[in-house]
């Protein structure tokens, strides 16, 4: 559980228990589908549909920060791009941080948004370039850029920080917004399967329920359909450690470095109560899966004592081989949002804007940079690499040693198909298949977070195979 899950309210929408037709239907209520809904809500005929429930996706397992200063951006988008990229790119991330706060201050909503500085940071010496780099970028666009000593004790050899950025709770903004909305028709444990194109019009189902619908927005993180978008070839997926502790100082302060593996704090205060976040040991999920030491890593990195561990989870993002998000029209009046390369709290407000927008017939300024079909060869930048690992991690997942990840598993074919059996601290068994019914990649055992997690494209399922994260629309729930 993340430090966020606390804060989902115990308030839930009703399933889908009859068909029905609407103008707009938006797929996915994280950070990006609610918001999208926020700016729709004075349209007359809009519903949202969640798998599982609002907030409960990638969106309750980040940091929280809402900041521009992300890594090395700009100076990689001016040298890899151009800069006229890369100054859009800065404006469209302030423009995300005054949206959010519009709709915080406008709206009343209480989730501890606060201003603080945000850092960033190299954690090795062949880093100091980078931040030199980025420091030239900004200063260049009259960003007020500070050199300061980073306000953790890791390994800095430079850090540069603004002041004009942001940290909050993620949840107690959704739950804001969910009070808000709390009369549109939003319905949750509601996955859709599959959308059909016929006569201008989509159909789309979810499980015997059918929601007709003029136009569709595809909010789910990572979309369920392959065609005509092929996303796996022009991304992969990158999941990180995140453990929070309490502490009794607090500092207005967010920070992350500019190199792989990501490290990143901040803070977090609940009325008197602080807490400190920090993450690390990120990796390419179809590289390196081994769950059992990546905390232990987090913990040994930043010095941290079991005991004052408050919470501990890991979460995936989709990172683009062009580094920027995908935000637009697919075909049809069908739009998607994804990409956000770990960005998603801008990104997710920014495409929230940009596609309700596009449904409302207003031209959006960041339109042209995030479109879809930009067609730059940057944008396939790593499709052999990425075609490359994902094949090694299809096939190195049928040969891994499956026992090594935890003492409590057996495995056994049943009917030429592999099951896996875990048997929990009070003996009970949870029986799963083991292969994800998405692409069939072999799933690897989470020991810490008790997951079944896929290395190719991310789907998580449950110790009973409940599919708990897609893009896999289907359980792995073994039968006796
Ligand atoms: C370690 C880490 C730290 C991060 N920290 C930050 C940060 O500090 N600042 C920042 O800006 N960004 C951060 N991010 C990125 C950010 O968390 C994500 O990009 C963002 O939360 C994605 O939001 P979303 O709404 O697109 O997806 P989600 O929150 O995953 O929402 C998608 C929803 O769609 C639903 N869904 C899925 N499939 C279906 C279906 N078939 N039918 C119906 N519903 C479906 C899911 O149940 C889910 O609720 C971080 C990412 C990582 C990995």
């Known amino acids: 559980m993340s430090l966020w899950g606390k804060y989902l309210t115990e308030k839930k929408f009703e399933k889908l228990n009859k068909d029905i037709r609407v103008n707009t239907l938006i797929i996915g209520g994280g950070i990006t589908g609610l918001t999208t809904l926020y700016y729709l809500k004075e349209k007359e005929s809009v519903c949202l549909v969640d798998a599982s429930f609002i907030g409960e996706g990638v969106t309750k397992n980040t940091t929280g920060k809402l900041t521009y200063l992300q890594e090395d951006i700009y100076s990689n988008l001016e040298k890899n791009r151009n800069t006229e990229i890369a100054v859009q790119y800065l404006h469209s ?10 709709i915080i201050e406008k709206e009343k909503i209480d989730c501890d948004l606060e201003r603080v500085d945000s850092y960033i940071f190299a954690s090795q010496e062949k880093d100091v370039k980078k931040i030199e780099a980025e420091n030239n970028f900004l200063k260049r666009q009259k960003i007020n850029v500070k050199e300061k000593i980073l306000p953790f004790s890791v390994p800095s050899f430079k850090a540069i920080c603004v002041e004009d950025t942001y940290v909050f709770n ?15 028709p939003i319905y949750e444990q509601t996955k859709i399967q599959k959308i059909e194109f016929k006569n201008n019009q989509y159909t789309c189902y979810a499980n015997d329920k059918k929601i007709i619908a003029n136009q569709v927005i595809v909010a ?6 392959l065609f005509p978008f092929l996303l796996p070839l022009k991304s992969h997926i990158e999941k990180s450690y995140l453990i929070a502790t309490k502490t009794d ?17 901040r803070y977090y205060k609940d009325g008197n109560q602080v807490y400190q976040i920090f993450l690390t040991n990120s990796h390419n999920t179809a590289v390196k899966q ?19 561990i408050v919470a501990k989870w890991s979460n ?38 940009i596609l309700s927008d596009a449904i409302k017939g207003i031209d959006n300024p960041y339109q042209e940079l995030f479109k879809i079909y930009r067609n730059n060869r940057y944008q396939w930048k790593s499709l052999l690499p990425n075609v490359i690992t994902s094949t090694i991690a299809f096939v190195g997942s049928k040969f891994q040693k499956k026992k090594w ?8 074919k049943v009917n030429g198909k592999t099951i896996a059996i875990y048997k929990d601290e009070h003996k009970k068994e949870h029986i799963v298949y083991t292969t994800c ?26 110790l009973d195979g409940k599919c708990i994260k897609g893009p896999s629309l289907y359980d792995i729930s073994y039968k006796k």
């Not at 991330?93 to 519009?102: M, V």
């Not at 789910?220 to 359909?225: A, G, T």
């Not at 990840?405 to 056994?412: G, I, P, Q």
């Open 93 to 102: 991330q302030k423009q995300a941080i005054s949206l959010i706060k519009e």
């Open 170 to 184: 993620p949840i107690k903004y959704l739950n804001g917004l969910k009070e808000i909305l709390k009369l549109k």
């Open 220 to 225: 789910c993180h990572y979309p369920f359909f």
């Open 249 to 265: 100082k607090y500092k207005k302060a967010s920070c992350i470095n500019v190199s792989n593996p990501s490290i990143s704090m």
């Open 290 to 308: 081994n769950d059992k030491t990546n905390f232990e890593n987090v913990k040994q990195f930043f010095g941290l004592k079991e005991e004052e």
């Open 316 to 353: 995936v993002d989709i990172i683009t081989d062009d580094k920027l998000p995908y935000i637009g029209e697919l075909k049809d009046n069908l739009y998607i949002a994804t990409g956000l390369n770990t960005w998603g709290m801008t990104n997710g407000i920014l495409s929230a804007k």
């Open 405 to 412: 990840y935890s003492n409590n598993l057996m495995f056994k």
């Open 437 to 462: 019914p998405h692409f069939g990649c072999s799933l690897i055992f989470n020991e810490e977070e008790k997951t079944w997690d896929c290395p190719c494209h991310s789907s998580r399922f449950n």
